[in-house]
């Protein structure tokens, strides 16, 4: 239907074209997802539909948008509307713990978040207080003076950390001998074979920048997991209901107080689409019980590893046909956040369980649902091809957790296991520094999870001790992120991780060749010069473009 001109002046401020077939919509926050649910169900198009429907003199009638908004979402099912709103949101100021939480919900959610390979976290807020989290569970508790002197002094070691091992890094890379394409004519160039002074000042930068991302690689290791770091998010209204609603079924009081204000927050934009976002008794209930169970079944001392572990799952099972060992599988699954065992020796203790046995754990993990929304977590998607169960340290961790093509699970994080300790710091005589750091994460640990619980007791955990998880994926998800996190510029330890990852699918599937042919498996002393350098190419044209910056 033709639009009158005063209908076309009007939608020209919600479209990007009045008469194309295909246009782009703006400037309908929080309606737009609405809009197109009901022009679903309309002979007209959504030109038409918003006209007729979401407009009045000629702008948007919230009084009337809002009761159409929860009209619609009776009408059509508010769960796939909800997929067709969206938001962004900033996490900031909160811990390590928590952005793990928060990007532990992938399906409708994009985030992207503070790197600790970038940014020096040496310096204090306001007050003049280290920048880390300071649990409400622990400040209330005799263990809040210690926790604070304890954090404090870890944060002053690594402060100390950075100058020493910056020059160590100069000594081992001179900023004389160093070589980078800063021309881009994809040969080196030295510092003494450059003219002008633009490219002078580019390869001066790209050397800094160089040397600080190895330092920071090599010094966070001691980071805790409360250290405070910021997250960005643009998700969907669903996406966002489910994530309210699991933050709040956390235990920990951050978790809860992060969905409370990110609520009010998601009010103000869609506020019909989170309306329903809220604790989970039932779920709740059945971690509490999947706890108690996992320390009963798995009374085994935390298994150490003394380095990186990669352990390709077997696809099948002596004794035991396909369906028992995928039974098997996802009892494993069911337990493994609770226990600090490896998945393999999960599955050889089950295996031996009988059908009760078996069952009761079934019963425990999904038993006396009273609806459809008490829905059981991820131990329920066990059963891929390809299923990992892994060990790398904590910031490794927190870099290749973020693939959303996959299902991973992780038990707490925990000093037990092991801990990885940068060679660079002890060849640079710095080890003392480090142990030190450790002395102080397992004292406070050990005492807050006797006395507290071990899920409050990661708070203090350092990114330098390692934590085991599982990740089970398709051919397509593994390719998707082996290729891209071993690529030079990724941090040597995830790269050492996908490339043991890829070994091992491969030794199963050597048919699997070609598709990851693209896995990078050399080694890399300087892993983000060469990526450095080309940020300076590119900056130097945009420079051309459109002039250069100052700052």
Not at 141 to 158: C, L, M, P, T, V
Not at 196 to 201: A, T
Not at 223 to 234: D, E, K, Q
Not at 407 to 430: C, E, H
Request: with cysteine.
């Amino acid at each position: 239907m033709p639009h009158t001109p005063e209908e076309r002046q009007l939608l020209e401020q919600y479209v990007t074209s009045v008469d194309s077939n295909i246009f782009a919509i703006r400037g309908l926050p929080g309606i737009v997802g609405s809009a197109f649910a009901r022009y679903s169900r309309a002979l007209g198009s959504f030109r038409e539909t918003l006209v007729k429907e979401f407009l009045k003199e000629g702008v948007i009638d919230p009084k009337h948008a809002k009761e159409l908004i929860e009209r619609i979402l009776v009408a059509y099912g508010d769960d796939s509307v909800g997929e067709l709103e969206g938001a962004n949101v900033s996490f900031e100021e909160i811990s390590n713990l928590a952005a793990k939480t928060i990007e532990d919900r992938r399906i409708g959610g994009s985030p992207i978040e503070q790197s600790s390979r970038y940014v020096y976290y040496d310096r204090k807020d306001e007050k003049g207080k280290w920048k880390y989290h300071r649990p409400q569970e622990i400040m209330n508790s005799e263990h809040a003076q210690a926790y604070e002197e304890g954090i404090d002094r870890i944060f002053q070691i690594y402060q100390d950390l950075i100058e020493p091992m910056t020059k160590y890094y100069e000594g081992k890379k001179p900023i004389e001998e160093s070589e980078y394409d800063i021309l881009g004519t994809g040969e080196k160039q030295k510092l003494a074979d450059l003219k002008d002074e633009r490219d002078i000042k580019a390869f001066k930068r790209t050397y800094t920048f160089d040397l600080k991302t190895k330092t920071c690689d090599t010094i966070r290791c001691i980071l805790p997991t409360s250290t405070l770091t910021n997250v960005g998010m643009f998700g969907n209204g669903r996406y966002f209901q489910e994530l309210l609603s699991h933050l709040y079924t956390q235990d920990l009081h951050e978790m809860q107080d992060i969905a409370k204000k990110a609520h009010e927050a998601l009010d103000e934009i869609i506020p019909a689409y989170v309306k329903r976002a809220k604790r989970n008794e039932w779920l709740a209930e059945k971690r509490e019980t999947m706890q108690e169970l996992g320390r009963e079944v798995f009374k085994d001392k935390a298994e150490e590893s003394e380095g990186i572990s990669v352990t390709l799952i077997p696809s099948m099972r002596e004794g035991m046909d396909q369906d028992e060992y995928y039974f098997v599988q996802s009892l494993a699954q069911m337990l493994y956040p609770n226990t600090e065992v490896s998945l393999e020796t999960m599955i050889s203790k089950l295996a031996k369980f009988g059908d009760q046995e078996r069952y009761e754990i079934l019963e425990s993990y999904v038993g006396d649902r009273k609806q459809r929304r008490h829905r059981p977590d991820r131990g329920l998607e066990a059963g891929y091809p390809i299923t990992f169960d892994l060990v790398c340290d904590f910031g490794s961790y927190r870099d290749l957790q973020r693939h959303r093509m996959l299902t991973q699970q992780r038990q707490l994080i925990t000093p037990r296991i092991g801990f990885d300790m940068p060679q660079d710091i002890l060849k640079a005589g710095l080890g003392g520094k480090i142990d030190e750091a450790k002395q102080i994460c397992e004292s406070l640990y050990n005492s807050i999870r006797e006395d507290l619980g071990a899920v409050v007791a990661q708070y203090p955990v350092l990114f330098g001790y390692h934590i085991r998880w599982t990740m089970g994926m398709n051919l397509r998800a593994a390719e998707h992120m082996i290729e891209l996190r071993t690529t030079p510029q990724g941090h040597p330890n995830y790269r050492k991780v996908c490339q043991l990852m890829a070994k091992a699918i491969l030794e199963r599937y050597p048919w699997a060749s070609e598709i990851m042919k693209f896995t990078d498996y050399n080694d890399y002393t300087w892993s983000r010069a060469d990526s450095e350098a080309r940020q300076r190419v590119k900056e130097k044209k945009l420079d051309e473009k459109y002039g250069e910056i100052t700052t």
